[in-house]
Nanobody, 118 residues
Framework: QVQLVESGGGLVQTGGSLRVSCAASGFTFNNYYMTWVRQAPGKGLEWVSSINFGGGTTYYLDSVKGRFTISRDNAKNMLYLQMNSAKPEDTALYYC???????????WGQGTQVTASS
């Protein structure tokens, strides 16, 4: 079954750290760029970060640069987003997405909720 399943969301204190994960199955994971997209309460979708096939090239939204790290383990078909120095504005539903540019997004996970609060 072709799917993406996120996990690891939860409550994180402002300034704290959290890692969210995405398990991919049913397709050749290392053939695809992968992306994290988030949606804050009452707002639209916001691209957060992307990573290339092998993990050697990464891209970040300016507001998370230096705080978040995207990575992948192609042997395990896993995608990660390490979130450090969390801010209240990081509160959102985080989606794991297959693809790089928005027009390429063809598979979405169900999302994992991250709430950053003091």
């Amino acid at each position: 079954q072709v799917q993406l399943v996120e996990s690891g969301g939860g409550l994180v204190q402002t300034g704290g750290s959290l890692r969210v994960s995405c398990a991919a199955s049913g397709f050749t994971f290392n053939n695809y760029y992968m992306t994290w997209v988030r949606q804050a309460p009452g707002k639209g979708l916001e691209w957060v970060s992307s990573i290339n096939f092998g993990g050697g090239t990464t891209y970040y939204l300016d507001s998370v640069k230096g705080r978040f790290t995207i990575s992948r383990d192609n042997a395990k078909n896993m995608l990660y987003l390490q979130m450090n120095s969390a801010k209240p504005e990081d509160t959102a539903l985080y989606y794991c997405v297959r693809g790089f540019r928005a027009q390429e997004y063809d598979l979405w996970g169900q999302g994992t909720q991250v709430t950053a609060s003091s």
